[in-house]
């Protein structure tokens, strides 16, 4: 399978806790996004990068939040002391660089914290 | 602020018949607009695109309408199959080079009945 891939699927953690997600990206694609969706809602912009740089952040994207992506290829999201509206769905996708590009999604990490 | 509107939450349709979807935009700059399509526990998966300098593009079932002066845009499925039956999301984004903020309407949940 040469899609996006996430991982974990779903995580469950305690409020306060620190959680990571990772993200492997399509190969040949040099731009990588992270994405929130709650319920009822479409997917909120993040934050994405251009080979291992971090271009732009939403401010969505506290001070809680950090992405690496060290080598270019995949990518980790980290949330440091959880909250409960931390809750959602966290989307990674990636595409090819360049004007007009379409980006493919993967299957998404759900985190709920209780 | 909510720059791309999907105002039906839900659509309901027969099967071989044609399904409407709709989107409204506000921001003049966006010159690519994407629908996705999601299924439960899924992540979005590319549909079709248009840029900003066509009205119009197809493909098989698929064919999206983009109406520059009325900032509006509609993907048609001709026949609908119960098959489709999913969320659809309209997006969009200014594909300037490294602009990538890519923009989601809430979706509009489309059920086909056989």
């Known amino acids: 399978d040469t899609g996006v891939s996430q991982n974990p699927r779903h995580k469950i953690t305690k409020r306060g806790q620190n959680v990571t997600f990772r993200c492997d990206p399509i190969?040949?694609?040099?731009?990588l996004y992270w994405y929130r969706q709650t319920l009822g809602q479409g997917p909120e912009f993040l934050t994405y990068f251009q080979n291992e740089a971090q271009l732009e952040k939403s401010r969505l994207l506290s001070d809680r939040f950090s992405a690496e992506r060290p080598k270019g290829s995949f990518s980790t999201l980290e949330i440091q002391r959880t909250e409960q509206g931390d809750s959602a769905m966290y989307l990674c996708a990636s595409s090819i660089g360049g004007a007009g590009n379409t980006q493919y999604f993967g299957p998404g990490t759900r985190l709920t914290v209780l | 602020d909510q720059q791309v509107k999907q105002n039906s939450p839900s659509l309901s349709v027969q099967e071989g018949r044609i399904s409407i979807l709709n989107c409204d935009y506000t921001n003049s700059m966006f010159d690519y607009f994407l629908w996705y399509k999601k299924y439960p526990a899924e992540g979005p998966t590319f549909l079709i695109s248009i840029s900003s300098i066509k009205d119009k593009n197809e493909d098989g079932r698929f064919t999206v309408f983009l109406n520059k002066s009325a900032k509006h845009l509609s993907l048609h499925i001709v026949p609908s199959q119960p098959g489709d039956s999913a969320v659809y999301f309209c997006a969009a984004f200014w594909g300037g080079y490294n602009n990538n903020d890519m923009r989601f309407g809430a979706g509009t949940r489309l059920t086909v009945k056989p």
């Open positions: 190969s040949e694609h040099n731009r």
